[in-house]
């Protein structure tokens, strides 16, 4: 039983690693004091933990569950809208509702996995590329380039090396970096995190800019991909078992300030593949150890959240654009596979990284709808072009 523990703990750790800093840096962006981005950290962290161990138990199959990382991604987005916290956490209620509404409902699933991959997937690189940007603005000032400069080249190093730890390993040289800028104050702020309810509005706006984006990357970027790494290594998907519990997984950690749990691809592959263990019917352990490891991993949110807080954000959000790099060139060669819809790819693209609020709604519904209404009208130009040709 020792490979598929060690796959499951490899899992774990960089899975917790690579994307920590992320996870708090969006609640902060959405209106988290330090005290509720402790408490929606450690909530993912018991329900990946929840939803991993009955699923691993119940199953017997490497159903791996994580974080959604590019729906942080989308939170960070929206620093600088506004956002009531409680506002911010009845779209993550609202979203974890839709995702297990979709394994109750197939038909929803369906209707959102048909979302035209282009746009779906240009979305998500409009998102992410601001992001992106961060770790070359970070160089670029002569504040921090002393400490942003070797996080990036230990990435790059390891990225030819060994691409699996290379943003954990430029995670653990950050931590390094915002020991030597803030010296000992931030230990002080590090305690052990609690649970702390945080009461939901629903703003109809709040839920059209962060619920509904949170949602369509959730299952476009997390959920499909989760299946198609399970089916690769002959694990058939269990839709509606994987899409209830994460649904209501997310729904339940909302309510402690948490924005969403999914199914992972990265550390699927991680604990489904061969590595795991030659008999695929023992990988399943790797699972149950990925997620009781993730019970005293979150039991560190406060010292996670203490030293997010001491360090300067561009260096936070250099080290999270490190992490969802591969997010956006799989997003981008997404959007323009296709030559037909490449144009209302890249409108979509431009409307939702140019971050325009308009009516207090945030650029991801409206580069999502405007690219649709692109694709549309192209689509019926080109046919009617084609009824009336000699």
């Given at each position: 039983m020792l490979q598929p523990i060690l796959a499951g703990f490899v899992a774990a750790i960089s899975g917790f690693a690579s994307s920590f800093a992320l996870v708090i840096a969006g609640l902060v962006a959405v209106g988290a004091t330090d005290a509720q981005a402790e408490s929606g950290l450690l909530a993912l962290c018991l329900a990946i933990a929840v939803v991993s161990t009955v699923g691993a138990l119940w199953l017997r199959i490497p159903l791996a569950i994580a974080w959604s990382t590019p729906g942080a991604a989308v939170l960070l987005a929206a620093a600088g809208n506004g956002f009531r916290f409680s506002d911010a956490v009845g779209a993550f209620l609202v979203s974890g509702v839709l995702i297990a509404l979709c394994g109750l409902w197939p038909a929803l699933g369906r209707a959102i996995t048909s979302i035209p991959k282009p746009l779906a997937s240009a979305m998500l690189?409009?998102?992410?590329?601001?992001?992106?940007?961060?770790?070359?603005k970070a160089i670029a000032d002569p504040a921090i380039v002393l400490y942003a400069l070797p996080i990036f080249v230990v990435w790059l190093v390891l990225y030819r090396l060994a691409p699996r730890w290379a943003v954990p390993a430029a995670m653990v040289v950050a931590i390094v970096a915002i020991v030597v800028y803030a010296g000992t104050d931030w230990i002080a702020a590090a305690d052990l995190p609690a649970l702390a309810i945080v009461a939901p509005t629903f703003d109809p706006l709040t839920i059209l800019s962060l619920g509904l984006p949170l949602f369509i990357v959730t299952m476009a970027g997390q959920n499909v991909p989760g299946f198609t790494v399970l089916s690769t290594n002959?694990?058939?998907?269990?839709?509606?078992?994987?899409?209830?519990?994460?649904?209501?997984?997310?729904?339940?950690?909302?309510?402690?300030?948490?924005?969403?749990?999914?199914?992972g691809a990265i550390t699927a592959a991680i604990m489904s593949g061969e590595e795991a263990h030659p008999d695929p019917r023992t990988r399943w352990v790797a699972t149950l150890t990925n997620g009781l490891l993730y019970v005293p991993l979150g039991l560190a949110a406060g010292v996670a959240v203490a030293l997010v807080s001491a360090a300067p954000s561009i260096l936070i959000t250099a080290v999270a654009g490190l992490a969802v790099l591969g997010a956006l060139i799989t997003?981008?060669?997404?959007?323009?596979d296709d030559p037909r819809h490449r144009v209302a790819a890249i409108v979509t693209f431009l409307v939702v990284a140019?971050?325009?609020?308009?009516?207090?709604i945030g650029s991801a519904f409206w580069g999502l709808l405007i690219g649709a209404l692109v694709m549309a009208w192209l689509r019926w130009n080109g046919r009617r072009t084609r009824r009336v040709a000699p």
């Open positions: 690189a409009g998102v992410l590329f601001p992001i992106c940007l961060a770790p070359f002959g694990y058939p998907p269990p839709p509606r078992f994987a899409l209830v519990s994460t649904g209501l997984g997310s729904a339940g950690a909302a309510l402690f300030g948490g924005h969403s749990i999914n199914l997003s981008v060669v997404n959007a323009m140019s971050s325009i609020v308009i009516l207090n």
